[in-house]
C-alpha cells in the first residue's frame, strides 16, 4: 500500500506563496494522473489541480493563473506551488490518484492565508 506524505503548508498572509509537496512511498509511482486536493472548514474536498505522466496540467478555475502543478517521478513526489495566495485558499492540502483516489489519505498540509 502507498503511503502519502504531504508537507509544506503553514501560514502566510494574502499575496504570500507557498510550495506544497507530497512524497509517495512504499510502492512504485506510476499512476497516469495525480491531484492535489483541498478541504476547507464545513466543505467537501475538492480537486484543485492534476497531473498526468508526461506532465499536462489542469486547474480549478478559482487557482487557475496562481497555482502550479508538477512531479518529479524518480522521486515519486508531486508539487503545487501556490502564489498570490487569497483567504479562501485556507484548507487542508492532500494529494492522491485522480479520479480514483485509490490510495488512503494521508494527513494533508494545513494552508492558512491570513493577515
Known amino acids: 500500500q502507498v503511503k502519502l506524505v504531504e508537507s509544506g503548508g503553514g501560514l502566510v498572509q494574502p499575496g504570500g506563496s507557498l510550495r506544497l509537496s507530497c512524497a509517495a512511498s512504499g510502492s512504485i509511482f506510476r499512476p497516469a494522473l495525480m491531484g492535489w486536493y483541498r478541504q476547507a472548514p464545513g466543505k467537501q474536498r475538492e480537486l484543485v489541480a492534476r497531473?498526468?505522466?508526461?506532465?499536462?496540467?489542469d486547474y480549478a478555475d478559482s487557482v487557475k493563473g496562481r497555482f502550479t502543478i508538477s512531479r518529479d517521478n524518480a522521486k515519486a513526489t508531486v508539487y503545487l506551488q501556490m502564489n498570490s495566495l487569497k483567504a479562501e485558499d485556507t484548507a487542508v492540502y492532500y494529494c492522491?490518484?485522480?479520479?480514483?483516489?485509490?490510495?488512503?489519505w494521508g494527513q494533508g498540509t494545513q494552508v492558512t492565508v491570513s493577515s
Open positions: 497531473i498526468n505522466s508526461i506532465g499536462n496540467t
Open positions: 492522491n490518484t485522480y479520479p480514483d483516489e485509490r490510495w488512503n
